[in-house]
């Protein structure tokens, strides 16, 4: 610009591979900076210098940033490139823009890549250890969120019905049993009942009583002992009633 030298201990910046009094790029920019780079090359807005192919960099609000500008300035830096309401993933601290593909962990929006790249890593860093994923969406399931459980994992309701029965197979098993009155899963330590060939939790069945009984009872008969099905092959009838043989023996015995 001034086509003189610059000396050690000259105010300079770098444009272009070369080194510039900035006096001399601040009296003629931009036409120095166009002159220097070309309409191409990207400037760091913090320190104004060339951002070049092999420096460490990072994207904020769509410009290129020196990472050692931004780490020295943050977060002064970030709300400078950004912006308050720009969100950035946690996992490259990089911008998170409209298009990307993004899943929300902790609240915060994540880039997928990020997320799939560094499981289990991410989930442990963005949610901690007691959060809850949905295996149908890979999103967190909030405790605000409607859910169910399946094969004792917390999943979004509408993920659920969206995907019946692809999410039953996926997330249980063929053998899994569900309870027919609130939809959950049936698991072996529950307190449980069979009406109808299909195994029931027992608070279920004792919240819907007597509604349950009167539609089931022109297909299904009530042992009065135990108040399950009886089968032809296990019933015996004392005084009109049927009941399995196992429930009378036994209510017989204690009567004596």
């Not at 272009?16 to 990207?42: D, I, L, N, T, V």
């Not at 509408?158 to 609130?182: D, H």
């Not at 108040?227 to 009378?248: A, F, L």
């Amino acid at each position: 610009m001034c086509e003189q030298e610059v000396a050690n201990g000259d105010d300079k910046i770098i444009l272009g591979g070369k080194e510039h009094h900035r006096r001399c790029y601040e009296e003629s920019k931009p036409q120095a900076a166009a002159k220097a780079r070309g309409p191409s090359a990207p400037i760091c807005p913090l320190c104004e210098q060339d951002v070049n192919t092999g420096d460490d960099k990072i994207i904020l609000g769509g410009k290129e940033h020196h990472r050692r500008c931004y780490e020295e300035s943050k977060p002064q830096a970030a709300a400078k490139a950004r912006g308050p309401a720009t969100p950035v993933c946690p996992l490259c601290e990089q911008d998170v823009v409209p298009s990307d593909d993004k899943i929300i962990l902790g609240g915060k929006e994540h880039h997928r890549r990020c997320y799939e790249e560094s499981k289990p890593q991410a989930q442990s860093r963005a949610r901690g250890p007691v959060a809850a994923v949905c295996p149908l969406c890979d999103q967190e399931v909030a405790p605000s969120d409607d859910k169910i459980i399946i094969g004792g994992k917390e999943q979004h309701r509408r993920c659920y019905e969206e995907n019946k029965p692809q999410a039953q197979v996926r997330t249980r098993g063929p053998v899994a049993s569900v309870c027919p009155m609130c939809e959950q899963e049936v698991i072996p330590s529950d307190d449980k009942i069979i009406i109808g060939g299909r195994e029931h939790h027992r608070r279920c069945y004792e919240e819907s009583k007597p509604q349950q009984t009167e539609t089931r009872r022109a297909v299904a008969i009530l042992c009065p002992a135990c108040g399950v099905d009886i089968n032809s092959q296990e019933k015996i009838v004392v005084e009109g009633k049927e009941w399995h043989r196992v429930c009378y023996n036994y209510n017989d015995y204690a009567r004596s």
